[in-house]
């Protein structure tokens, strides 16, 4: 990345409601900390509840957006608010597990004009229920990832393969998946059996979103590579 002066401030807005027995939700701090550490940053991030994000709400205070595990959220639509106003707004966006479902559904429904489009863990007899029980559910699984070459998130990673773990058990229903990923959306990850763990949007400087949960491996030392993009992405946008 360009150097940035070490005094740049980056505002990181957390989309989720927050759990302190959410283990992705111990994780986030202390991934954002290594990635401040990393870049030489002063990285600030804010929880945003989603009971508590409205049309007044100061989204434009931050400089990236990151939609985090433990759905379903209090407030569903206070959730998609501000994944449109990321999409719309050019901002980095980040969404892992529920943020990727949710992800998905805001993408749905607003560009796609998929207005029934619904979430199958609130709405699960819904005509058009975009988000299913997955075949396995992926509730502390461990599994390898191929990733699209060229791919913002195989450029994170600088590898076309890795290993990311889940607490996960909805992903995006097959019967729709098809007509989802045929216009700016796109797929850049796939498990070992071929199904869809990673999308981004083509056109936008940086949104991708995950079904898995890059977050944990701080837990271990580690920093996320796709958190350090997140953060590095915000720098180059900030005026």
Known sequence: MDAV????????ALIGD???????HQAIPVALGMAAEHSGLDVQFQWLATDHIHADTP?????????????????????????????????????????????????????LGWADAEHGETSPDAARALLTPLTCSLVE???????????????????SEIHEGYRCRYGVNPEFEQALLNHQLTAVGHDSIGDLRAVELQG????VATLFQPERAALKGTLPPLVRAL???CARQKP
């Open 141 to 159: 699984a461990v599994d390898s990832i191929r990733l699209v070459e060229g791919s913002l998130i195989a450029k994170a990673y600088e590898k």
């Open 231 to 233: 953060i590095e992405a």
């Open 18 to 24: 927050y759990d302190p027995q959410v283990t992705a």
């Open 5 to 12: 002066s070490p005094a740049t401030e980056i505002r990181i």
């Open 204 to 207: 936008h400087p940086f949104f």
């Open 59 to 111: 989204l434009d205070t931050f400089d990236g957006f990151w939609c985090v595990p433990a759905s379903p959220y209090r407030d569903m639509n206070g959730a998609l608010r501000a994944i449109r106003f990321a999409r719309e707004q050019q901002r980095p966006f980040l969404g892992t597990c529920g943020g990727f479902q949710h992800a998905v559904l805001e993408y749905a429904r607003n560009v």
